[in-house]
């Protein structure tokens, strides 16, 4: 095909270019239901929004005017959160998910205004819950995470943000102070009409069950992290038993 359409001075373009246009310039979401959510951060508006083009659903947890006084929806503290069973929900130690989306609401009450944005269909950085639990088991014989992923058949880092940024725009976000400590965030969600103008770092916690993991994002995926080198690691660890965050 690559020599035909040399031939005859054609484009050529993959079925990856053309969702990325299409995710990009055509607007796939809807929003659907909006509510007052009472929770032990104070009071948000969550927002719930479908994609037009798969089952997947999300959720925005509002706090205060993002139009702003200015009404432009300038300078916004945001956290695009992905789903995480395990940890967002059972408390496992094996990842950072729980504590940085509970760091993330806690800093956004405490600003007054922001978005926490929890993006379904992102468990296991884009993988799914099974196949997440199949990197676990190989984590726990001795391969780190992002091995885990790749012998799976799958990136280190499938997730896609493009759903996410379509739905901050329709929030009436315009600029943005990201809380994160993964910088392929910042390349995500720059564009669609959006700019996101500074980092807002994470804390992180380190423990026995992370502290491989953690190290791994750091060392392998460029994670943004702080402080691991003082951590005592943990002796008789197999690998690593982190999460797939």
Do not use: W
Request: charged fraction near 25%; charge should be negative.
């Amino acid at each position: 095909l690559r020599i035909f359409a040399d031939e005859h001075g054609l484009a050529m373009i993959s079925i990856a270019d053309l969702i990325y246009y299409r995710r990009k310039h055509e607007k796939l979401i809807e929003r659907v239901a909006e509510a007052r959510i009472p929770t032990s951060y104070g009071q948000f508006r969550a927002v719930g929004y479908a994609s037009v083009y798969d089952d997947v659903e999300h959720v925005a947890l509002v706090r205060g005017d993002i139009a702003g006084p200015l009404n432009d929806g300038q300078d916004v503290l945001v956290r695009v959160h992905s789903e995480c069973l395990t940890g967002d929900v059972f408390g496992s130690l094996r990842c950072d998910c729980g504590p940085q989306l509970d760091a993330a609401m806690a800093l956004v009450a405490a600003e007054g205004r922001g978005v926490v944005l929890y993006m379904r269909g992102h468990e296991g950085r884009g993988i799914g819950l099974m196949h997440k639990l199949q990197a676990y088991q190989l984590q726990d014989s001795g391969v780190d995470t992002v091995d885990a992923n790749l012998q799976l058949g799958f990136a280190a880092d499938a997730r896609d943000y493009g759903i996410g940024a379509q739905i901050l725009v329709d929030l009436g976000v315009r600029s943005m102070r990201l809380l994160t400590n993964n910088p392929a965030k910042r390349v995500g969600l720059d564009g669609y009409g959006l700019e996101i103008v500074d980092r807002v770092p994470l804390p992180v916690r380190a423990t026995a069950e992370n502290i491989h993991y953690l190290r791994t994002k750091r060392d392998r995926m460029g994670h943004e992290l702080s402080g691991l080198e003082d951590y005592d690691d943990a002796v008789g660890l197999p690998g690593d038993l982190g999460g797939a965050r």
